[in-house]
């Protein structure tokens, strides 16, 4: 079974597809991480964020994996290219680089590729923003995850604070309404409500509420 979850970013799609996972004993597949992996290894290179050819070059060829240190069920590093980007992958730069990049045709049918080969594990949790509507259209359950900006951005700031940045709410408002903007408003797959998803809006709901609600739903789709 496959659960499809998508969102506009910090809508509290990891956090909750990452508990859901763990509730019904599903793998788990953050899609985002693998655009970020290839953002961030394109700007280690100095890959210039709009270079297509360069970028879907990249992203067909780079090696990415998910390591399961300890025998975790969850992921626990990301690689790329047999480098640990884990961190590197939640950095502003990488944040900023990440939509441009994203937003290439030839990244996103590398990408996809990949994420049906990665899936293909049998129960699993994909998280993204075009997992309903493109890379899994049959999933059995799909779930669009919403959350007011003022809520996303608070969210967004504590995590970025708790990673040691340092940043101002403002600033992390500004910057996700422009990652919004541009992940809806772009040609490929662009963010979208899939027309057999359930809407759930996050804001002034607890983690556990959201998870409870999904999985119900999970259950009365088996
Ligand atoms: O979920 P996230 O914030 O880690 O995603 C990072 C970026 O990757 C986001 O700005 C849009 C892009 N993305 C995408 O285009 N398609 C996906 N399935 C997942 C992420």
């Known amino acids: 079974m496959i659960i499809a979850i998508d969102g506009p970013a910090a809508s509290g799609k990891s956090t909750v597809a990452r508990a859901v996972a763990t509730r019904l004993g599903f793998a ?3 899609t985002g991480a693998m655009y970020r992996a290839v953002a961030a290894e394109a700007l280690q290179l100095g890959m210039a964020t709009d270079d297509r050819p360069a970028l879907t070059k990249l992203a067909k060829e780079l090696p990415l994996a998910f390591e399961h240190e300890g025998g975790s069920a969850l992921p626990t590093r990301v ?17 900023a680089a990440v939509s441009p990049v994203s937003s290439i045709p030839g990244v ?3 990408m996809v590729r990949v994420q049906r080969d990665l899936a293909a594990v049998g129960d699993c949790v994909v998280e993204g923003r075009d997992i309903g509507t493109v890379v ?6 799909k779930v669009y ?4 900006p003022g809520e996303r951005a608070r969210r967004r700031t504590a995590d970025m604070e708790r990673a040691g940045h340092d ?19 772009r040609e490929a797959s662009p963010l979208a409500v899939a027309h057999d998803a359930v809407e759930i809006d996050t804001t002034g709901l607890s983690v556990e509420q959201v998870v409870e609600c999904i999985a119900q739903l999970a259950r009365a789709r088996r």
């Open 79 to 95: 690689l790329a290219g047999g480098r640990d980007v884990t961190t590197e992958i939640r950095t502003p730069a990488v944040d």
């Open 28 to 30: 788990y597949l953050d």
């Open 136 to 141: 899994f259209p049959h999933a059995e359950l």
């Open 167 to 185: 940043v101002s709410a403002e600033a992390v408002l500004r910057r996700l309404e422009r990652r919004d903007t541009a992940d809806s408003t």
């Open 108 to 110: 996103r049918e590398a």
């Open 145 to 148: 995850l919403s959350a007011s």
